[in-house]
């Protein structure tokens, strides 16, 4: 089993900056591809960004300039760096990761998201 725990979420001015982890534990042999989307209220879940095992990184059109995405793979662990933020940023954030738990073993796993509310 593979467990994902985000944290860093909240209440921040537009202007301001929030950021955003992905801690994955448990049975983990490899983690490759590592990625955030995000909800708004109504709306369907979108990418925000991507990173490969390598450290390359693409970016939706929404986060270019403004966010960036890390990785500490000793700590099987997703950063969200976001800055500048803006109210139309007001989603709840959730992270993805391929996993191989084994050498042959795979899995697409999410974390249980975490909000963001960009308000005065």
């Known amino acids: 089993q593979v467990q994902l725990v985000e944290s860093g979420g909240g209440l921040e001015q537009p202007g301001g900056s929030l950021r955003l982890s992905c801690a994955a534990s448990g049975s983990i042999f490899r983690v490759d591809g590592m990625g955030w989307y995000r909800q708004a209220p109504g709306k369907q879940r979108e990418l925000v960004g991507t990173i490969t095992r390598g450290g390359s990184t693409n970016y939706a059109d929404s986060a270019k300039g403004r966010f960036t995405i890390s990785r500490d793979d000793a700590k099987n662990t997703v950063y969200l760096q976001m800055n500048s933020l803006k109210p139309e940023d007001t989603a709840v954030y959730y992270c993805?990761?391929?996993?191989?738990?084994?050498?042959?073993?795979?899995?697409?796993?999410w974390g249980q998201g975490t909000q963001v509310i960009v308000s005065l």
């Open positions: 993805n990761l391929n996993v191989w738990v084994s050498r042959t073993k795979y899995q697409n796993c």
